[in-house]
T-cell receptor, first 115, second 115 residues
Framework: GAVVSQHPSRVICKSGTSVKIECRSL??????MFWYRQFPKQSLMLMAT?????????EQGVEKDKFLINHASLTLSTLTVTSAHPEDSSFYIC???????????FGQGTRLTVV | QKEVEQNSGPLSVPEGAIASLNCTYS??????FFWYRQYSGKSPELIMF????GDKEDGRFTAQLNKASQYVSLLIRDSQPSDSATYLC???????????????FGSGTQLTVLP
């Protein structure tokens, strides 16, 4: 399958700071990228869908001003958690799809801990 | 009622046995069904997908779908300790290569294969 690289794999930050997570499709052009959040022992929850060159579509209950998503190119999407708080600590996972009607591939995930 | 339900487990089976994982879903419009394996601290990896009633086999894995009863299962034959992981069921409202936008995940079943 295609390769999606997510960086960093782990990050610890202080409360009130911002953290940027990168998601790259290494061997295909990702027209659509998805950002998920997973709390311990819970299911993956879709946060937002981003299409290259346009604004992200956020799921209900996800604050767009807190979770900034940029999908400026066909190979890179970024998620910035602004003014992070301990309750934002979670496992963030991206997935990417390169055209309509193809499966999406997951990145390795980012474990965010806010202290 | 949750859209996708799985028994959280843990499910323990001895090495070499058959592990049976079950999943039920509520939306009769669901078209395609996916099984993902997720190791602790890692992102999910796709094992199989199925979209037609009946069985689909891939190596030691068999997916079974019954749309009338709205359940999908995963059988793992000759279970190995390396199969120990959380198995996530996901359903999609579109066709078998449909958008991950509509992927809805169950909370996962934790499987332990005892050596």
């Amino acid at each position: 399958g295609a390769v999606v690289s997510q960086h960093p794999s782990r990050v610890i930050c202080k409360s009130g700071t911002s953290v940027k997570i990168e998601c790259r499709s290494l061997d295909f052009q990702a027209t659509t990228m998805f950002w998920y959040r997973q709390f311990p022992k819970q299911s993956l929850m879709l946060m937002a869908t981003s299409n290259e060159g346009s604004k992200a579509t956020y799921e209900q209950g996800v604050e767009k001003d807190k979770f900034l998503i940029n999908h400026a190119s066909l190979t890179l999407s970024t998620l910035t958690v602004t003014s992070a708080h301990p309750e934002d600590s979670s496992f963030y996972i991206c997935s990417a799809r390169h055209k309509m009607n193809t499966e999406a591939f997951f990145g390795q995930g980012t474990r965010l801990t806010v202290v | 009622q949750k859209e996708v339900e799985q028994n959280s487990g843990p499910l323990s089976v001895p090495e070499g046995a058959i592990a049976s994982l079950n999943c039920t879903y509520s939306d009769r419009g669901s078209q395609s069904f996916f099984w993902y394996r997720q190791y602790s601290g890692k992102s999910p990896e796709l094992i199989m997908f199925i979209y037609s009633n009946g069985d689909k086999e891939d190596g030691r894995f068999t997916a079974q779908l019954n749309k009338a009863s709205q359940y999908v299962s995963l059988l793992i034959r000759d279970s190995q300790p390396s199969d120990s992981a959380t198995y996530l069921c996901a359903v999609n409202l579109e066709g078998w290569r449909g958008s991950a936008r509509q992927l809805t995940f169950g909370s996962g079943t934790q499987l332990t294969v005892l050596p």
